[in-house]
């Protein structure tokens, strides 16, 4: 059977799914995640089961999107339960939300969330890592306070006016949880990896995946394409995956109608095998709910990859 190669496609929101996706982030920092619908415009409600996390008397919480910046939202419980209401749409507007976006909300305690954002192309929305508050002065925070020297010394305007990434910023997805080791890598090396990858051959189903950041270093939640989701189970479901040398692991997969990918103990895996970007995996259904992981490396040479000092940010799921 054809691989699969690594597509995003499209959803239903799904409140008991995005809970489970929640427990599996037993850590100090715990996620939910939502896809953008028609209803999504004005409001956007916290799954149930996450209300525990938080403190549900407050109105008022606030978003930082992958631009660092801030959005001020306002929290309120209805008779369907509690949203985001005053405040999103602007959020939304800002960073040009559209129907089947997926969006991972990080609490970071004291009613701030970090927000991810993915286009249904199941890769990060790039344009989002450069949008502004389009209100402009928002109020002060200590929150806010805390970050605005930092984001002014990281961004400059290039010749053309437009706001460029410094240094630092780019590398910001690698601090938020694993620090690579590795030397830059050539073009050449990307090519030659994907070449390799692309040589694979199985009368199995199997999908192949080039590692994003979010695969491996933060985030932790490695999508997987429609073709293949099509020979997994149509509910959240525990997996097994087998590494090169032959030893299981166990992860969660969590999926909807749009979107579906590994999460509960797929950072374990990543870690112990030093899987980096741009390392290209391939996954091969081997039986029902068994897949083998087949690992080709842009560079052969494995540095140990580095955890930020807290692992906070990590999620660690037995």
């Keep these: 059977m054809p691989g699969a190669d690594d597509h995003g496609d499209s959803a239903v929101d799904s409140g008991e799914m995005q809970a489970r996706f929640c427990e599996e982030c037993k850590e100090d920092k715990p996620h939910f995640f939502k896809i953008m619908t028609d209803g999504s415009a004005k409001r956007l409600r916290i799954p149930p089961s996450f209300l525990e996390h938080i403190d549900v008397s407050s109105h008022h919480a606030i978003l930082k999107g992958p631009s660092d910046n801030i959005w001020h939202v306002e929290i309120k419980q209805i008779c369907h339960g509690t949203i985001f209401r005053k405040g999103w749409k602007r959020f939304r507007k800002d960073h040009c939300l559209e129907f089947g976006d997926f969006l ?38 200590e929150y806010q306070v805390g970050r605005a020297a930092s984001r002014a010394s990281e961004h400059r305007k290039g010749s053309n006016g437009i706001v460029e990434k410094s240094k630092e910023q780019a590398e910001r997805p690698l601090r938020r949880g694993i620090i690579s080791q590795r030397r830059a890598i050539t073009d050449e090396e990307k090519e030659r990896v994907l070449a390799a990858a692309s040589s694979f ?64 103990g797929w950072v374990k895996f990543t870690i112990h095998h030093n899987i980096e970007e741009g390392d290209v995996c391939i996954f091969e259904l081997i039986k029902e709910k068994e897949l083998k992981v087949h690992i080709f490396r842009v560079v052969e040479e494995i540095v140990p990859l580095q955890r930020k000092r807290s692992t906070r940010n990590l999620c660690f799921v037995s």
């Design 104 to 141: 991972v909300f990080r609490y970071d305690g004291n009613m701030h969330f970090s927000v991810q954002i993915f286009d249904r192309s199941a890769c990060e929305k790039e344009s989002a890592f450069h949008v502004k508050n389009s209100k402009g002065n928002v109020p002060p925070t």
């Design 201 to 264: 051959r199985s009368d199995r189903p199997y999908c192949r995946i080039v590692m994003a950041p979010s695969y491996v270093y933060f985030g932790f939640f490695m999508h997987l394409p429609t073709k293949f989701r099509n020979y997994l189970p149509s509910t959240a479901s525990d997996l097994t995956l087998w590494d090169p040398s032959g030893k299981p692991w166990p992860v969660r997969y969590v999926c909807s109608s749009l979107y579906g990918g590994l999460s509960g």
